[in-house]
């Protein structure tokens, strides 16, 4: 067996994904991963009085035409100082997105929690830990993928993202899959799904199918969020398989 093999069997164990190996007795797995047990997210501490609204011309979004326009550098510059939506009034920082700049996977999750507000980078808590195993487990490391959320800004109470909030966030999400340009990208969660897609579909129904993205029509893959895989992690292997469908797509379409 090969260093990459072990490896890529030990993620898969920690994921909680049974490992078959033709003409070999069974291998028995390791422990489970302690990123098994339910996520924790810190609640914001308490305010003495209610928040105060930002001033009405702090709401005012740049045009479209002018994000479009942004490099890497200038579109990170413009997110780091945005005041679309009121989520700018309680973040500790936003959280652009990060990776290699020219990968063929681009992960879009949900939004920023407690840790990545305070770090300023998506998925680094339990969650980010788990994804980082799925990737590993594809022969992928964090730093060759780009990962990013629909929402830069980090909701109150880790809540869902509101439809104002996500139109405030998309363009520059557009905006990064334009310069990124990736050969797939990989949905993580519900709400990432349904808002990339612009769909209202169940996440159960978009599994499995190879959706596209906007004119370009960049193949789009949906599996579960990490989060959810912690608190539900009999449906690690679900992910796991939709993971494998992700990376026959890509392969698919270098053929072609």
Same mark, same amino acid.
């Given at each position: ?7 890529? /069997? ?10 078959w ?16 047990? +339910? ?10 009085? +209610? ?6 011309v702090?709401?005012?979004r ?15 510059? /413009? ?18 997105g ?11 999750g ?40 629909i929402?830069?800004?980090r ?42 897609l612009?769909?209202?579909t ?28 912690? /608190? ?13 469908? +992700?990376? /026959?797509?890509?392969? +698919?379409?270098?053929?072609?």
């Amino acid at each position: 067996m090969s260093v990459l093999d072990a490896r890529r /069997r030990t993620m898969l164990a920690h994921m909680d994904v049974d490992v078959w190996v033709a003409r070999a007795p069974a291998v028995a797995t390791p422990a489970q991963a302690s990123a098994a047990g +339910a996520p924790h997210f810190a609640a914001p501490p308490p305010r003495d009085t +209610a928040p105060v609204a930002p001033p009405p011309v702090a709401m005012v979004r740049p045009p479209a035409s002018d994000v479009a326009t942004l490099d890497w550098d200038a579109l990170a510059a /413009r997110v780091a100082t945005c005041q679309a939506c009121e989520l700018a009034a309680g973040r500790t920082q936003t959280v652009f997105g990060v990776g290699r700049r020219d990968a063929d996977w681009l992960i879009i999750g949900e939004a920023p929690g407690a840790e990545e507000d305070r770090r300023g980078e998506p998925f680094v808590g339990r969650a980010g830990q788990l994804l980082n195993a799925m990737l590993a487990a594809l022969g992928l490391a964090r730093e060759a993928v780009y990962i990013a959320n629909i929402l830069k800004c980090r909701p109150p109470q880790n809540r869902d993202p509101r439809p104002a909030e996500v139109v405030a966030c998309e363009r520059y999400l557009a905006r990064q899959i334009e310069l990124l340009n990736p050969r797939l990208i990989l949905a993580v969660g519900r709400i990432a799904a349904q808002n990339l897609l612009k769909v209202e579909t169940p996440i159960g129904r978009l599994r499995g199918t190879v959706h596209r993205y906007g004119e370009t029509a960049i193949p789009v893959v949906v599996t579960y969020h990490p989060a959810y895989l912690l /608190r539900s992690p009999g449906e690690k292997a679900k992910a796991w398989s939709d993971l494998c469908f +992700a990376a /026959r797509t890509l392969a +698919a379409s270098e053929t072609r």
